[in-house]
């Protein structure tokens, strides 16, 4: 390798050198007038940032507790409604869904709450609460609801909106089972309205393999059979 190349190298490297020199320095230089004229700004800067991520850090952690200690007390709620304990079940649903009010968890027990007024027989705020979440849910989560409304509306003697209900839904189920159940809560409708001729005549469209026949057999039975005659003695 001749001497020329060797020294260009060098020259090469050393400037490099240099090169990396004088931008330490520049930086160790703009540090400190930085630090100088913006000391305090800097501090706070770095305090603002710190409790961000501490926040943030703080959030996620707390966000976990708050969705383990929801599904709990649903969970516990929903006990109680098996064991037809109506009263502890409603002090839990009503603290579930103010406390996490806006969750997914509270959208579902708000629907345990509106069933658990009915048990109560507070049939208007059940139906209240029935109608307050039906604007959250999504098409085919909606049927279940509204078919709990129609009976919530015969509890309240009010067959004729229930009757109006059903007949919005026809058109949207898709499932055999549950076309039978409009069906069977139609019949309902009818009976309630006294509409007997009508009831039967619904009752027996209900097909013959369907779970709610058998309902609907009792029920014909029952509209069906002659009032009993005054035995003299």
């Not at 409604?81 to 579902?108: H, I, P, W």
């Not at 029952?222 to 003299?232: Q, S, T």
């Amino acid at each position: 390798m001749s001497a020329h190349k060797v020294d260009h190298k060098e020259l090469q490297r050393r400037l490099k050198e240099d090169e990396l020199q004088v931008f330490f320095q520049e930086f160790i230089e703009k540090s400190r007038h930085i630090i100088t004229n913006y000391g305090r700004q800097i501090v706070f800067a770095v305090i603002a940032i710190a409790l961000i991520i501490t926040a943030g850090y703080l959030w996620k952690v707390n966000g976990k507790t708050a969705y383990y200690n929801s599904q709990i007390r649903f969970g516990s709620a929903n006990a109680l409604l098996q064991q037809d304990n109506y009263v502890e079940a409603l002090g839990e649903l009503e603290e579930l869904t103010k406390s996490y009010s806006g969750t997914d968890v509270a959208l579902r027990g708000k629907i345990l709450l509106a069933s658990c007024y009915h048990k109560n027989q507070q049939y208007d705020l059940a139906l209240e609460t029935f109608q307050s979440v039906l604007p959250s849910l999504n098409e085919l989560d909606k049927i279940p609801v509204q078919l709990a409304m129609v009976q919530t509306l015969r509890s309240l003697n009010k067959p004729e909106q229930g009757l109006n209900e059903l007949e919005s839904l026809e058109s949207k189920v898709k499932t055999d089972e549950l076309k039978e159940q409009i069906l069977y809560l139609k019949a309902g409708c009818y009976e309630d309205l006294n509409a007997i001729d009508k009831a039967i005549e619904t009752y027996k469209s209900i097909s013959s393999d369907s779970p709610w026949r058998m309902l609907a057999n009792q029920k014909i039975e029952w509209l069906e059979a002659k009032p009993v005659g005054v035995i003299n003695p």
